[in-house]
């Protein structure tokens, strides 16, 4: 049987698509992931580690298996596992999931929220899973917060990262179809001149 680190070992674009499916516990909610994104490092102008290591984004380098969290618009928090080999940096953005355990705990979090829409972004996710900065580097294969991968590979479809203008054409974004639980994709914004 190949461990849980070893699968997250494999490069992000391959890794990114058999997330679809896993459950991740954390803070009394499990969610099903039904949209990724993979992010690759040096080569990749649309990832936090494009221009090297930052103490920001260090636990990108590796190892495979830990959480990524990170704060943005400073307002939200967003959460990726980090795959590929240590020391080169890659992650896959959690952007939609289903909650399938603890949904009286993600509707707390989320008041007035549908429940296909709990967890259906990547900051409404994080808040499902009541996930912050303090779990950045999170091991995933063992304490509160667990990633499990299914047997079976889930049938998805590809298609542009939502929001970025660099690296646009890459179709590194992964979702299950017909799920209602994948958040719509928006294009960047174009920039005035």
Known sequence: ???LEDVLAGPVDRVAPRLLGALLRHGGVTLRLTEVEAYGGADDPGSHA????TPRNQVMFGPAGRLYVYFTYGMHHCANVVAGPAGEASAVLLRAGEVVDG???ARARRPGAADHQLAQGPARLCRALELSLAD???DLARGDGR???DDHEETYLTGARVGLRAAAERRWRYWIPEDPTVSRYRPAARLRR
């Open 136 to 138: 950045n580097g999170l």
């Open 147 to 149: 990633l499990e991968l």
């Open 103 to 105: 949904i009286e705990s």
């Open 1 to 3: 049987m190949t461990s």
């Open 50 to 53: 494009y221009r090297g290591r």
